[in-house]
């Protein structure tokens, strides 16, 4: 049997085909490709705006920057995250504080979030924005976030990164927060290679990502190139970025988001597939799915009970490395990471659910490529150990 990725893109001819156009017409920047691709986008997701961008990390930047977020502000991010969730709130020198995460969502403890909004308007210190993280593909608890935040007056921006197609309630990710932001690595649903999307119903926000986004030019490449007046210079009010996606990338994303359904449709068959077969493995404690949430299984991550089984979590990766299987940690407690550890002296154990997660889930194959009889070995291989 060939060794089994952790993840696969799934692209095939109708990429192939499509991303010919930008490479003969020679609009090889954002241009209509890209504008195609946001259409589409927006149009799944029910939001009024989409602006792709050049990573979800680029996308959270804009994100935050287009909200204001300065220095001396506080963002509250889940511990349990991909480091970028943080970073951002660092690049606009902002200070990030962390919540613990939930142990059976893996997304942010709401509850610990409200505790933590309690005493810092206590202390008269106000909350800029909270970022929830839809981790794996599993949309946070988005109902409860948005009551605190019109009690506390925060701004939600939702990391998406990992969400594309995921729904709560009927409503798809990234439409319920002040700003949604998406990824499309290519160990996302779909991918464009690197890439990410911004998506916003509010008009002034739209206007500001907009044009944070192309260096914080007045008038974008493509009025000027359109325009028939070769004197048509945009002014530049605020300080921008070049995070605009390139064509050849949205060429890319216009074909896969066409497919984002029917990716999601069967990793949720081979999600519940995983569930059922493995459910007799009392220490492997497979991924929850709450009402009402519809996870879109970006990654089928699980968490190891240590006190069911003899084998630490790193040693069953190994041995499923060594029965040709990819396997990965689920992501890291990000308070525990070295830069946020030394700058912010925190201990490993004040984020405890997030450290535990770190330490003991992890993610197994799960993407578009994989047959029938890969997932029986993952079982079978897993099955063995005890
Ligand atoms: C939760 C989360 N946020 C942000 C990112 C950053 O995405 P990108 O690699 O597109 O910058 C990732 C990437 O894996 C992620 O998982």
Redesign the pocket.
């Known amino acids: 049997m060939a060794y089994i990725n952790i993840a696969e893109p799934c692209l095939g001819e109708e990429e192939w085909n499509y991303v010919k156009e930008p490479i003969s017409t020679g609009w090889l920047t954002q241009g209509p490709k890209v504008k195609e691709f946001e259409n589409k986008f927006a149009a799944m997701h029910n939001v009024n705006y989409a602006y792709a961008t050049t990573?979800?990390?680029?996308a959270?930047h804009l994100a935050l920057t287009a909200l204001g977020v300065t220095k001396g502000d506080y963002v509250i991010v889940p511990s349990f995250?991909?480091i970028?969730?943080v970073n951002v709130v660092e690049y606009c020198g902002a200070t990030p504080i962390f919540c613990d995460n939930d142990i059976s969502t893996y997304n942010i403890d709401v509850e610990k979030l409200e505790l933590i909004l309690e005493e810092l308007y206590k202390n008269g210190k106000t909350v800029k924005a909270v970022i929830p993280?839809h981790?794996f593909g599993l949309v946070a608890d988005m109902y409860r976030i948005l009551s605190l935040s019109k009690k506390y007056g925060f701004a939600v921006v939702e990391?998406a990164?990992?969400a594309a197609g995921a729904m709560y309630d009927g409503k798809y990710a990234g439409s319920f927060g002040d700003i949604g932001?998406f990824?499309?690595?290519p160990?996302?649903v779909i991918t464009t290679g690197?890439?990410?999307m911004c998506t916003t119903n509010d008009d002034v926000l739209a206007e500001r990502l907009a044009c944070l986004r192309s260096h914080g030019a007045t008038v974008s490449e493509e009025q000027r190139h359109r325009s028939n007046s070769p004197y048509l210079m945009p002014d530049f009010n605020v300080l921008g970025f070049n995070y605009r996606m390139s064509d050849l990338q949205g060429a890319v994303g216009s074909v896969q988001i066409d497919k984002l359904g029917r990716f999601i449709n069967e990793r949720r068959k081979w999600a519940e597939y995983y569930n059922h077969r493995l459910s007799g493995l009392d220490w492997l404690i497979t991924p929850l799915e709450p009402i009402p949430c519809r996870h879109s299984y970006q990654a089928y991550v699980c968490r190891i009970d240590t006190t069911k089984v003899d084998m630490r979590r790193d040693d069953i990766m190994q041995k499923m490395q060594e029965a040709g299987i990819g396997t990965r940690a689920g992501?890291h407690a990000v308070h525990e990471l070295g830069y946020y550890k030394k700058k912010y002296n925190i201990s490993k154990h004040d984020y405890p659910v997030a450290a535990e997660l770190y330490a003991n889930t992890i993610s197994l194959p799960l993407h578009n490529n994989m047959s029938q009889a890969d997932y029986d070995y993952v079982i079978e291989i897993l099955s063995g150990i005890n």
Request: charged share 15%; glycine share 8%.
């Open positions: 990573s979800c990390t680029t959270l995250t991909w970028a969730t993280v981790l990391d990164a990992c932001c990824s499309f690595h160990r996302k690197e890439g990410g992501t």
